[in-house]
């Protein structure tokens, strides 16, 4: 059974920074993404990385104070999240996909987690 499971979310002050995980069990993934979700708003692509050779692909909104990182003993990718903004807090979703290519549609993803939310105060 294939599984993602999100951790790290919670309440943090603009310009502090704040850590996800993605634990995957079950199979492992060519390729491993973050998106978020805001109230109101469509799903948004955040950053993605391909397990075999660590490259990565970020959306511009976040490239230079977000870095998605993987850990393959342990099947995990990690979004490391600086100088938090405002328009940061949502509820970010860890998603996995076999294939190699870079995409930032939702609906290119086979796997989803459950989501954690990410609070940003003033």
């Known amino acids: 059974q294939v599984q993602l499971v999100e951790s790290g979310g919670g309440l943090v002050q603009a310009g502090g920074s704040l850590r996800l995980s993605c634990a995957a069990s079950?199979?492992?993934?060519?390729?491993m993404g973050w998106f978020r979700q805001a109230p109101g708003k469509e799903r948004e692509f955040v950053a993605a990385?391909?397990?075999?050779?660590?490259?990565?692909y970020y959306v511009d909104s976040v490239k230079g104070r977000f870095t998605i990182s993987r850990d393959n003993a342990k099947n995990t990718v990690y979004l490391q999240r600086d100088s938090l903004q405002l328009e940061d807090a949502a509820v970010y979703y860890c998603?996995?996909?076999?294939?190699?290519?870079?995409?930032?549609?939702?609906?290119?993803?086979?796997?989803w987690g459950q989501g954690t939310q990410v609070t940003v105060s003033p």
């Open positions: 079950g199979r492992t993934f060519n390729t």
């Open positions: 998603a996995a996909r076999g294939s190699l290519g870079w995409s930032t549609y939702p609906s290119s993803y086979d796997y």
């Open positions: 990385i391909r397990w075999s050779d660590k490259s990565t």
